[in-house]
């Protein structure tokens, strides 16, 4: 099975930056478009950010758009998230997900998405 599991949470002043690390087992990640989703408490989950199979596409949703970046590196089966200028709203768990629809464009709506990680929290103080 595909297992999936987030890093490099933590708490930041605002204004600060981090960078998320989700690590895949699997000979297949290569073919995975990756995305990352929040949650803050009592909210839905959101759309942040993902990735095509070959780091070419990126997608963002409009909290992230200006301030992270989504990346890749398919020979250590890792995608990042770096965030830079944060904001208290920021504060969320961050999850880590796959689309295991081989080569397919990235996509902001979760129900595309196969496995999941187990989430890391971002806390991002005033």
């Known amino acids: 099975q595909v297992q999936l599991v987030e890093s490099g949470g933590g708490l930041v002043q605002a204004g600060g930056s981090l960078r998320l690390s989700c690590a895949v087992s699997?000979?297949?990640?290569?073919?995975?478009?990756m995305g990352w989703f929040r949650q803050a408490p009592g909210t839905a989950r959101e759309f942040v950010a993902a990735?095509?199979?070959?780091?070419?596409?990126?997608n963002y949703g409009d909290p992230a758009k200006g301030r992270f970046t989504i990346s890749r590196d398919n020979a250590k089966n890792t995608v990042y998230l770096q965030m830079n200028s944060l904001k208290p709203e920021d504060t969320a768990v961050y999850y880590c997900a796959a689309d295991r629809e081989v080569f397919r464009d990235p996509r902001g709506s979760e129900d595309v998405y196969d496995y999941w990680g187990q989430g890391t929290q971002v806390t991002v103080s005033s």
């Open positions: 699997g000979r297949a990640f290569s073919a995975y478009a």
């Open positions: 990735i095509s199979w070959n780091g070419r596409r990126t």
